[in-house]
């Protein structure tokens, strides 16, 4: 399964280690992570304030860099629910962003719905100190 690694611009910044967490964690349980690295940030602060028309190239950009993946995975609740929830608002029905829309998740939510991994807590030797 080849899985779209979304990492949000805060993350990459102020977090770069729960990317590489992300990562880890993924590929221990039988992924393949590619991680685009032409991906920017979501959108979500732009459309906050109101500043839609700036926002649409973003999250067309998102599909467009995304949509070839089985699955697109990131660690942050927010940026995927920006993708999933309120790009509608900015493209509207477009095909590729339904399809992609439906196979977009944040990492635990991914671990459990898709991966069917009933247990997170205490099995992986990994510690992300944030």
């Given at each position: 399964m080849r899985v779209g690694l979304f990492i949000p611009c805060y993350v990459d910044q102020f977090y770069p280690q729960v990317g590489l967490a992300t990562v880890q964690v993924l590929e221990h349980f039988g992924a393949t992570v590619i991680y685009p690295a032409e991906q920017t940030c979501c959108g979500q602060p732009l459309a906050n304030v109101g500043l839609a028309d700036d926002a649409r190239p973003l999250a067309q950009r998102f599909v467009d860099l995304f949509s070839e993946y089985d699955y697109v995975v990131g660690p942050s609740?927010?940026?995927?629910?920006?993708?999933?929830?309120h790009y509608a608002d900015l493209l509207g029905e477009e095909p590729r962003y339904l399809e992609l829309q439906r196979k977009t998740y944040e990492l635990c939510e991914f671990l459990v719905d898709v991966l069917q991994v009933p247990e997170i807590a205490g099995r992986f030797p990994y510690r992300v100190g944030i």
């Open positions: 609740g927010s940026c995927i629910s920006m993708v999933r929830n």
